[in-house]
């Protein structure tokens, strides 16, 4: 006889909170936002009781035996959530919502306003490497100005959450690597997620495959974890990934063990060749003095031959090293303005027949 033993409930899972500290004093932060080649900064007031008790708090979540990843969920919402925070986002958003209207900022430019400013926090490689490697509560990502990918993608997932976009986080189990998800079409989305990936470790277009912290791409399909009720999108998804289809266009073009490369070392090979068997030729015409005039004829007609195929051959090396030339200051330009996504365009429309479609 079989017994079924029933999945603990949900309930019984004890989640991190932030106990707040007695502390009563308060800590200055400058919050730093690279945008568009423009560089905004803004002083905040964090109450040391929240970013200390924030601190200072377990990370770690009870969980009952048997009851799978059913958790995670509720345990990285614990932390996005914290009643303690409430009054936290608003504050910290206040720069960014300015900043907004500054510069009439449509859905998609804001988001991607507060995906540069997140992106731009400086990556914890210390972190990284120590052995307890728990979230931190947003609050303490902020004041710290540091954090790995959990860290950070819990951060932009609040934020854009406290601004009506729908987001998720991007579970990857087996690279133990966090990210955000943004509602993308199908064919634009990630592994059939339904979510193009928001990558917060490094600044990168949205939509960018995702990479862990030792920059090994992912290949497995992450768990989706739906954060908040908003229902802003990003509709410029269609203009990222086509930049990134060029990104990879190029990346091929420019790789030094790539075709392209590889045709114009041999082209400039070929140019010496030539170059030397032409040299040997009037060598000997002008100093073989027993050569007879059909011989001098012979040997004026190969080397006139000899030479319009060397002027095919510098004229194809010079036309390659062009395209390449070209592709190397496109690569730099989009490269320069990955904080600009319609600087990018603008510029591709000029050069990509199909961004002008």
């Not at 990857?172 to 993308?184: D, Q, S, T, Y």
């Not at 319609?342 to 961004?355: D, G, N």
Request: glycine content about 6%; hydrophobic content about 35%.
């Amino acid at each position: 006889m079989f017994y079924y033993m029933a999945r603990p409930p949900l309930h019984l899972v004890t989640y991190p909170k932030i106990t707040l500290s007695p502390a009563s004093s308060k800590r200055s932060v400058t919050v730093k936002i690279p945008y568009a080649h423009l560089n905004y900064s803004h002083t905040i007031e964090v109450e040391d009781s929240l970013y200390l008790g924030a601190k200072e708090s377990s990370k770690s979540a009870s969980v009952p035996a048997g009851i799978g990843d059913a958790w995670l969920a509720g345990y990285y919402k614990a932390f996005i959530f914290d009643k303690n925070l409430t009054s936290f986002y608003p504050k910290v958003l206040a720069l960014f919502r300015k900043i907004r209207r500054e510069l009439n900022l449509d859905s998609d430019r804001y988001l991607e306003l507060l995906t540069a400013y997140v992106q731009g926090l400086a990556y914890d490689k210390e972190k990284l490497a120590s052995i307890e490697i728990a979230p931190r509560f947003p609050v303490e990502t902020v004041v710290d100005g540091t954090g790995i990918c959990s860290d950070k993608s819990l951060l932009l997932a609040g934020l854009l959450s406290c601004e009506g976009y729908a987001c998720a986080l991007l579970h990857f189990g087996k690279e133990n690597h966090l990210a955000v998800g943004i509602p993308a079409p199908d064919g634009f989305d990630f592994k059939k997620t339904g979510y193009a990936v928001v990558e917060t470790t490094a600044v990168s277009y949205i939509g960018s495959d995702p990479c862990t912290e030792t920059k090994g791409c992912l290949v497995t399909r992450p768990k989706v974890i739906p954060i908040g009720n908003g229902t802003k999108t990003y509709s410029a998804i269609r203009d990222t990934a086509r930049i990134l289809s060029v990104i990879r266009e190029l990346e091929e073009k420019l790789n030094p063990e790539g075709t392209m490369v590889s045709e114009l070392l041999r082209l400039k090979s070929s140019i010496e060749n030539q170059t030397e068997i032409l040299r040997g030729l009037k060598d000997t015409i002008e100093h073989d003095f027993d050569l007879t005039d059909d011989e001098i004829r012979d040997l004026k007609e190969t080397a006139g031959k000899k030479l319009q195929r060397l002027q095919k051959t510098i004229l194809q090396y010079n036309a390659l090293a062009n395209e390449f030339s070209r592709a190397q200051e496109l690569a730099s330009f989009i490269r320069a303005n990955r904080l600009d996504r319609q600087a990018v365009v603008k510029r591709l429309c000029q050069t990509h027949s199909e961004f002008r479609k």
